[in-house]
């Protein structure tokens, strides 16, 4: 099994950076791919973005690109969302997800962790 565990978010003004830190605990060998996702209250979850845990390729919602930056640490088992010029539009809650080898879907969440933009 895999575990992930959120920590990082806060609130912020408009402008702002702000990192979110997603810690993999158990097997974490088999993770191929991290993903952050967020949802607002009432609505679907949005993709954020996502990297590989090999080569560390990452790919970015449109809405995020240029602002965000998704990182690894494999040694510390640890992926970080790099958030900057944050808008408030980018408050939500922020999900990890992480999908194994082999499989189509985000098996394993984390718990989230509340990020607010004010104006």
């Known amino acids: 099994q895999v575990q992930l565990v959120e920590s990082g978010g806060g609130f912020v003004q408009a402008g702002d950076s702000l990192r979110l830190s997603c810690a993999a605990f158990?097997?974490?060998?088999?993770?191929?791919?991290i993903g952050w996702f967020r949802q607002v209250p009432g609505k679907e979850r949005e993709f954020v973005g996502f990297?590989?845990?090999?080569?560390?390729?990452?790919n970015y919602a449109d809405s995020v690109k240029g602002r965000f930056t998704i990182s690894r640490d494999n040694a510390k088992n640890t992926v970080y969302l790099q958030m900057n010029g944050l808008k408030p539009e980018d408050t939500a809650v922020y999900y990890c997800?992480?999908?194994?080898?082999?499989?189509?879907?985000?098996?394993?969440w984390g718990q989230g962790t509340q990020v607010t933009v004010s104006s």
């Open positions: 997800a992480a999908r194994e080898e082999g499989r189509s879907e985000y098996e394993h």
């Open positions: 158990g097997r974490t060998s088999s993770i191929y791919i």
């Open positions: 990297i590989t845990r090999g080569l560390g390729w990452a």
